[in-house]
C-alpha cells in the first residue's frame, strides 16, 4: 500500500487515542457504520484507506492539522506488510512486520477488545429528548448526518455527551419501537431524517415516565 495511506491510518489511530475517541465514534461522524475505520487497521491496503473528502473532514473532528495527519518526512513511494494476521481470543485486531531499509523489522499490534454478549449502552436520556424536540420542530424533515447533528448539538447545546451517545440515540429513534426517523445510505454517508408517518412523540421508550428533563441515563439492550 502507498506509504501516505499507511502513515494515515498510523496517525489516525494515535490522535483517536489522544483524543479519547473511539474507532465506531470516527466511523459514525464520518457517516459509515461501525467497524468502517476499524476495517482500515484489520486490512490495511490500497482499497482499504481514507478517501479525498474524508481527509478534508478528519482535521475538524479529531481537532488536528492535516500535518498532523501527514508529518513532514513522510516518505514516498509503497511499504509492504510482512507476516500479517488477525488477532483473536476475545480481540478483533491485526498485526504486521515493517522492515526498515537496515533490515530491523518493527512489530505492529492494533486490537479491541469484542464487547461482552449481551451488554448494552446506556441512552442519554437529556440529549434523546432534544432529539425528539427537533423532529417535532421540523429540523429531521431534510436529511442529515451524523456529523451535522453532532456539530449543532455542540454549538446550542449545553448537554454532556459523546459522539456514540448520539449515534445511540438515533438509533432509538429509528428503531421498529419508535419509528420517529428514517435511516438510508445516501451517496455513500448515513443519513437520517422524520418519517412521514410517525407515532406519538410521547413514547414510553423515549421518556420512560413521560420527563424529558435531568441528564440522567438508562439502558435500552442493543
Not at 168 to 176: A, I, N, R
Not at 194 to 215: V, Y
Amino acid at each position: 500500500m502507498a506509504m501516505m495511506d499507511y502513515v494515515i491510518i498510523c496517525r489516525v489511530i494515535a490522535l483517536l487515542n489522544e483524543r479519547g475517541m473511539t474507532d465506531d465514534e470516527l466511523s459514525f461522524l464520518l457517516g459509515k457504520p461501525n467497524n468502517y475505520v476499524f476495517g482500515f487497521i484489520v486490512k490495511p491496503g490500497d482499497k482499504n484507506r481514507f478517501t479525498e473528502d474524508q481527509l478534508d473532514l478528519l482535521p475538524f473532528i479529531l481537532k488536528c492539522t492535516h500535518r498532523d495527519l501527514i508529518p513532514n518526512g513522510t516518505s514516498p513511494g509503497s511499504i509492504q506488510l510482512h507476516h500479517t494476521k488477525q488477532i483473536k481470543d476475545g480481540y478483533k485486531g491485526f498485526s504486521h512486520i515493517t522492515y526498515a531499509t537496515t533490515g530491523e523489522g518493527t512489530c505492529t499490534i492494533w486490537k479491541k477488545q469484542n464487547a461482552p454478549k449481551g451488554s448494552t449502552r446506556k441512552t442519554n436520556r437529556a440529549l434523546l429528548a432534544l432529539l425528539t424536540a427537533w423532529i417535532g420542530d421540523g429540523y429531521f424533515d431534510l436529511q442529515r448526518d451524523g456529523l451535522e447533528i453532532f456539530n449543532r448539538l455542540n454549538a446550542e447545546t449545553e448537554i454532556a455527551f459523546r459522539a456514540s451517545e448520539l449515534e445511540k440515540c438515533l438509533k432509538v429513534l429509528y428503531s421498529s419501537e419508535v419509528m420517529l426517523l428514517e435511516k438510508e445510505r445516501v451517496d455513500g454517508i448515513l443519513k437520517y431524517w422524520r418519517r412521514e408517518i410517525s407515532p406519538k412523540l410521547d413514547s414510553p421508550l423515549i421518556f420512560g415516565s413521560g420527563k424529558a428533563q435531568g441528564n440522567g441515563t438508562n439502558s435500552i439492550s442493543e
